[in-house]
Structure formats: structure tokens, C-alpha cells
């Protein structure tokens, strides 16, 4: 902050001190009596605004010194040589004679070193806040400041001739002009470039370049008689470079902007440096045309080095477009695969025509990964790419679009075409990979949809992600898009949208519908009801009751079960505390999945169910799947046993379909095993499965676990299971889910004796 009024009032100093240099200078030059040794005076305070600039380089900044180092060595350099000159030819004018560079030979090239170091230090101070710029963007500055400059000379060509001013005096003269041009245009170039990412001191710098140029050009009009020499053209000249170097020890103190990002129009560029290029070969046409005049050697010397300077302008040019070339080809191209990218695809579909469009993702890819390494899944990613290649022919694109989802775009493919090519790509895609020593089976779902006319490729991406997406639900394959897939994916993105709303408002505030949970009673093998297992439903405005099977695995897809589970949680807990109250001591049941374990907020939110006392922690039970175990079993087993901790109950649900590991069962502390419907379902029918079951009832008990049956349909079912040992049987034989409220008439009933089952 200090720092910031430190400069803040050096800046104002600066500019009061410039200011009054100018009035005083311009009160002198307009008397009459004082307008004769005024252009001496003005030496001295642009040699003093030059000195405190030169100072003011040497303090250390953010951007860094270099470039107002070179900056105000070159205004040095200019100043310290202008006054000599003026000494050793005993003017005292703010324009030197005619005849000075002719009288002194060292003056031309040494001016002109002055202000290509100012030029430089301009350059490097414009590069250091601006990125973006072509290499050769600012020669095409310095091309047009040439040909202005041999436009000059050559109207200055009789004029130099009566005045016997040769090649270096001309070059100096009208070379200074070029400088100062390419600097005004070098500065205000940047300003615009950069548009609304402001940097104060690229301005202060283009009105610095602009006064200067402004004093060269009243100073060369005074010099070849296109002014008279007045006072009033005489102050211009000094006023004007006083107020240049003003405005360049101001820019000095001036903070740096934010380093900006530019995209020049190269199409501007272009235009310009094909208007530069032909004045120079005009200019050249001329010096051969007889009836005009010849043209002067400091003009013809210029337009000859803007040729040169053209030639090198079109090999840098030639090297920024093989860059651009390679940069493109990298941008529509996978580098691990050589295949087009999303960006080619889309490119091609872009392209009007028809054919077809395979989408296809590797499932499971990411064990590969986990269990294989990264490099034998990038070699993996690699064969399956030169599987697509070969299994396709014909006009087509092949891309990578992500870590495991490919493309193949069929150009001009009929329908019967495209689903053979299809099917023999994916045929070939899920062939087992060998990578080393290692076998890899892939697995992969793919959605093919028809690229039909007036179709963006927005449009067909979508299609034939629907039908992808279809297709991994139905556990892999090829699926095709038709309408009624269309149909299905949009009342899909419907149901997501006001899940999202639904989970994401309060209930009270939801125009979604509401969450609620249905009850399925469980009794003990003497008929006792004994815990009710929550299940889901959404009462959705429009469409219903809705069952889990329409919405949970949307919202294990997309993130949201967390969400959901806590809503089932908290409201079967109140609903058990309220049967507990009217004497109703149910064990109360909740699922959770594999992203449950994975909630980061789980523990915190079953703490809060427990710190309510709503329930005791043993009446709760949590049912999780063995699959979602096994997704990390490590993490999983470490949860489990914080859960049970805190005197919940743990239940593994739907033993026997998924992972079956007695590892887990050793290590997991559950409290109870829930044998799967589809093992009692097949209990009367099959004795291999009344083997199994027994052993696993068997297995349970001598675990210290209870075993809980599920889809108990019968009483068949239930007499035999019974039997045989099981704790607990759960099934629509009992009841059907019901929603609290009749769950609790249910409970009376039962309890007068009214029904034995539902």
C-alpha cells in the first residue's frame, strides 16, 4: 500500500513537472524577445525528464527493469547526441540544419541507434505483458514503418537532392520517422489486441509514441520547408518531445497489468502486409519509369530492405503455419491411440452425407486399470483402436472420444451395412487382449444410430449415446436407436430432472413429489412380527407411485442415493419410534448400497439418527449387498465396523447372488444373513437348492447370525423353511409393502388375532 502512494505522488510530480516545462517553454518560444535561445532552454528539461527516467529504471519492479532500461538508454543515447550536435554546429533550434548529418557523419547512424534501443525496450515491455503474438507480428510492424519512411524519402527526393543530403543522410532522417512509427504502432497495436484486459502503461506509451511522432513530422515539414519557422511550429517540436518523455516516465511509474491472452486478426495482418510488400515493388517500378522522377537511394535502399525484410517476414510466416498445421493435426488427433479426436469427430459430422454412427465404451475398464496397471491399460486402449481400424472399411472416421469410449462414424453407409460393421466391431473389440503375460477379457456396450440428412451432430452423438447408454443397462451388447428408445431416454432425463429437484429442496418446498417408505413385515419362525424392512417408493405429481425399479438406478448412476437413503433412514426411524410407542417393538431395516459406503457424511448422519433417541441403536438394522462390499472391501469392511460400533445391527442382503466370500463373513461382524428371493423361490422345486440353503442356515447359526429369507410367497415355502431352521421369513405370504399408516392397522390386526397373514 505504501508502495502504491509512493508512486501514485510520483506520478503526479512527473506530470506536474512536465506540465510546467511545457507552459514555460511555450511562454518563452511565443516571446519575442526569448523565442531565439527558447529551443536551447527546451534541451534541458527533456535532458532532465530523460535522467529521472533512467533512474526511475533502476528501481526494482515487478515486471522487471530490462525493458525501461533500454527504454530510457536509448531516450539518453538520442538526447546527450542531439545536444552535442546542436553545440558543435552552434544552433540553438529544436530542429538541427539541413546540412547536419552531411557535417557530421557520426550523427545519422548514432540517432538512429538511440531510437532502436527504445524501440527494443518497447518490444520487450509489450512482450512481457502480452502472450499470444506471432513471432513475425512485430516485423510486420516495422515493415510498414519502412515503406511509410521510403514514401517519404521519395517525396522528399528533390528536396535532398538541392540540399545534397546522399543515402545516409536521407536514411536518418526519414529512418527516425520509421522507428517512431513502428513504435505509435507497436503500442496502440497491443492496447487493441488486449481490448477490455487493460494495461495502463501500453497506453501511457502509445501517447508517448504518438507525441513524439507528432514533433518529428512538424520538425521534418519545419526542416524541408513544408512550415515556416515560427514560434508556434518551433514549440510544437519541443513541447512535443518534452511531453513524450513526460509520458514515458509516468508509464515508467505506472503498475503493471494482468498478462493477457491475445488473438490478433491474422486476416488484418494479412491485408497489411500484402499493402506493405506492393508499395515496396511499386516503389522499385518507379525508379525504372522515365517520365517520373528518379528515385532517391535512401528511398530505393528502403524499399529493397523491405523486400528483404518481406522475405524473412515469409519464412517466419512459413514456420507459424507449419506450427499451426502441427497444432491442429495434434488438436483433432488422440495421442495414445492415433485415432481422430472428439474434436475431428465432430469435425466429420459436421460434413453433410449419411451413414451411421457406432458409439461403444469399454465396461469395466477401470478394474483393468486397478488390477493391471496403467501401462497394460493404455496398450489395451491401443488394441482395441487397431481393432476398429480393421473391423471397419470403407469411408470412415475412427476417434477416441474419452478414457474408454471410442467412435466409428460409417460415411455413407446404409442401414444393413452399418449394423454388420457394427456387429463385427464389437465382436472384435471384446476378443481377449494379451499384454505380456497377461490375458485381458473387455467387455463393451455400443449404441448405433442413423446419420440421416438435416441432422446436426449434436443430434447424432445424442442417438447414438442413447442407445449406448440402453445398451449397458441391458448388461452389454449392441442396441440400436428407434423411437421408442428415444422415448425412454427422455422420460429417463424427466425422472433424473425432478429427482434432482426432489432430493436437492426441502420436502416442503419440492413440487416433485415426495420420498416415502413402504413397510415389509418380518416374523419369526413362531409367528411373531419381529422388524419391518423399509423400501423406497416416490409419489410423483404426475406419473404416480412410482417402485424402485423406475428411479434407483438413475440415482445410483448419477450420484443421488446418498441423498435418498437419508430420507428412507430418517423416516423409518421416526415411523419405528412411533409403532414402538403404541407398544410395537419392531427391528427396523434400511439398505444401503456401495455409494452409501462411500458417503463421506454416513457416519455423521447415523449419529444424528442415534443422538435423536427416537430408536435404540440395536433396533436399527442396515442391509448391504455383498457386491457392495466387494467394490472395496477394505473400505467397506472398515465402515461396517464403525456402523456396528455404535450397536447397529448389520445385515448382509442378498446372500448368495453376488461375491459370495466366506473371507467377509469371517471378518464382517453382521448380525444377520438374508438368503436371497431366488434361492427361496426354488426351495420346493429343486433339492440342489434345498441343499444350499441348508448348509447356508447352517453356516448362519453357527456364525452366531440370524438367517432372514426373503420371498416367502407360500405356506408351503414357509412350512419347509421353517423347518429346516430359518429365523426369519419375509415375503408377500405375510403382506405385501405397505405405507405406514396401513402397516399400523396391519399390526393392530394381527395383534387382535384378525388375520395370520395377508
Known amino acids: ?131 499470444g503474438i506471432p513471432r513475425g507480428g512485430w516485423l510486420d510492424l516495422l515493415l510498414g514503418g519502412c515503406v511509410v519512411s521510403a514514401v517519404v524519402a521519395f517525396a522528399l527526393g528533390p528536396w535532398l537532392a538541392a540540399n545534397g543530403i546522399g543515402a545516409v543522410g536521407g536514411l536518418a532522417l526519414v529512418g527516425r520517422l520509421a522507428l517512431v512509427v513502428t513504435m505509435a504502432l507497436m503500442a496502440w497495436s497491443a492496447v487493441a489486441v488486449r481490448g477490455r484486459s487493460r494495461d495502463a502503461r501500453l497506453e501511457l506509451l502509445g501517447a508517448a509514441a504518438t507525441t513524439f511522432l507528432l514533433a518529428e513530422v512538424t520538425g521534418l515539414l519545419l526542416l524541408t520547408g513544408g512550415l515556416s519557422a515560427s514560434p508556434l511550429a518551433l514549440g510544437v517540436v519541443g513541447a512535443g518531445r518534452m511531453v513524450a518523455v513526460g509520458l514515458f516516465a509516468v508509464a515508467a511509474l505506472s503498475p503493471p497489468g494482468p498478462r493477457a491472452d491475445v488473438a490478433p486478426p491474422l486476416r488484418g495482418v494479412r491485408v497489411v502486409m500484402a499493402t506493405v510488400l506492393s508499395t515496396a515493388c511499386v516503389l522499385l517500378a518507379v525508379d525504372h519509369v522515365a517520365w ?132 463385427r466391431a464389437l465382436a472384435a473389440v471384446t476378443l481377449p487382449v494379451v499384454v505380456g503375460d497377461r490375458l485381458v477379457r473387455v467387455a463393451a456396450s455400443a449404441g448405433l444410430a442413423t446419420r440421416e440428412p438435416g441432422h446436426s451432430a449434436e443430434e447424432v452423438l445424442r442417438r447414438a449415446d442413447v442407445a449406448m447408454q440402453q445398451a449397458k443397462r441391458s448388461g452389454g451388447g449392441l442396441e440400436r436407436f428407434d423411437e421408442a428408445l428415444d422415448a425412454g431416454a427422455r422420460h429417463r432425463e424427466r425422472l433424473l430432472d425432478d429427482l434432482r429437484a426432489l432430493l436437492g429442496a426441502p420436502a416442503s418446498q419440492t413440487t416433485a413429489g415426495r420420498v416415502v417408505a413402504h413397510y415389509q413385515p418380518q416374523l419369526d419362525a413362531d409367528g411373531t412380527v419381529s422388524g419391518v424392512e423399509a423400501l423406497v417408493r416416490w409419489e410423483h405429481p404426475e406419473l404416480g407411485l412410482l417402485q424402485p425399479v423406475a428411479f434407483i438406478d438413475l440415482a445410483e448412476e448419477h450420484g443421488l442415493l446418498p441423498e435418498l437413503t437419508e430420507r428412507v433412514l430418517r423416516q423409518a426411524v421416526a415411523e419405528a419410534a412411533a409403532w414402538r410407542a403404541q407398544g410395537h417393538d419392531l427391528r427396523v431395516a434400511v439398505n444401503l448400497s456401495a455409494s452409501c459406503l462411500d458417503w463421506p457424511r454416513l457416519l455423521d448422519v447415523v449419529d444424528d439418527v442415534l443422538d435423536s433417541r427416537l430408536v435404540p441403536a440395536e433396533a436399527l438394522v442396515l442391509e448391504v449387498t455383498e457386491t457392495g462390499l466387494v467394490s472395496d472391501a477394505a473400505h467397506g469392511l472398515e465402515v461396517a465396523a464403525q456402523l456396528v460400533e455404535r450397536g447397529i445391527e448389520l445385515s448382509i442382503d442378498d446372500y448368495g447372488t453376488g461375491y459370495s466370500s466366506l473371507a467377509h463373513l469371517n471378518h464382517l461382524p453382521a ?77 393392530h390386526q394381527r395383534s387382535r388375532g384378525a388375520i395370520t397373514r395377508a
Not at 535561445?37 to 525528464?49: D, E, K, N, R
Not at 420346493?684 to 447359526?701: K, M, N, S, Y
Not at 423353511?721 to 392397522?745: F, M, N
Open 1 to 131: 500500500m505504501l508502495l502504491r502512494q509512493r508512486r501514485v505522488a510520483a506520478r503526479t510530480v512527473v506530470c506536474a513537472a512536465t506540465a510546467g516545462a511545457v507552459v514555460a517553454y511555450a511562454a518563452l518560444a511565443a516571446a519575442p524577445w526569448t523565442s531565439a535561445w527558447a529551443g536551447a532552454l527546451s534541451l534541458l528539461p527533456t535532458g532532465v525528464a530523460v535522467l529521472a527516467l533512467a533512474v526511475l529504471a533502476l528501481v526494482r519492479r515487478q515486471d522487471g527493469r530490462m525493458p525501461w532500461l533500454v527504454v530510457s538508454a536509448g531516450l539518453v543515447l538520442a538526447v546527450v547526441l542531439r545536444t552535442a550536435a546542436a553545440a558543435q554546429l552552434g544552433t540553438g533550434g529544436p530542429v538541427l540544419p539541413a546540412d547536419a548529418y552531411a557535417r557530421l557523419p557520426w550523427l545519422a547512424l548514432t540517432v538512429l541507434a538511440g531510437h532502436v534501443l527504445v524501440l527494443v525496450g518497447l518490444h520487450a515491455l509489450v512482450l512481457s505483458t502480452t502472450h
Open 292 to 423: 517520373l522522377p528518379a528515385l532517391p537511394d535512401s528511398a530505393w535502399l528502403l524499399a529493397v530492405g523491405v523486400l528483404l525484410l518481406g522475405g524473412v517476414r515469409m519464412t517466419v510466416l512459413t514456420g507459424e503455419v507449419a506450427q499451426l498445421v502441427d497444432e491442429r493435426r495434434l488438436a483433432v488427433t488422440d495421442p495414445l491411440t492415433g485415432l481422430q479426436s472428439r474434436r475431428g469427430l465432430r469435425e466429420a459430422l459436421d460434413h453433410p452425407g449419411g451413414g451411421a454412427l457406432l458409439l461403444l465404451d469399454l465396461d469395466g475398464f477401470k478394474e483393468v486399470n486397478d488390477r493391471c496397471g496403467q501401462a497394460v491399460g493404455d496398450e489395451v486402449l491401443r488394441v482395441v483402436a487397431d481393432r476398429l481400424r480393421r473391423a471397419s472399411s470403407g469411408p470412415r472416421v475412427v476417434a477416441r472420444l474419452g478414457a474408454d469410449e471410442f467412435a466409428l462414424l460409417l460415411l455413407g453407409a446404409d442401414a444393413p451395412r452399418a449394423a454388420e460393421t457394427a456387429g
Open 671 to 747: 448380525r444377520e444373513l438374508k438368503l436371497d428371493r431366488a434361492f427361496t423361490r426354488r426351495l420346493l422345486e429343486d433339492q440342489r437348492t434345498a441343499t444350499i440353503v441348508r448348509a447356508t442356515i447352517d453356516l448362519a447359526h453357527d456364525l452366531g447370525m440370524r438367517l432372514v429369507a426373503e420371498g416367502v410367497e407360500d405356506d408351503a415355502t414357509l412350512q419347509a423353511i421353517t423347518a429346516i431352521g430359518c429365523d426369519v421369513t419375509q415375503g408377500y405370504w405375510h403382506s405385501r409393502p405397505l405405507p405406514a399408516s396401513e402397516l399400523t392397522s396391519w399390526l
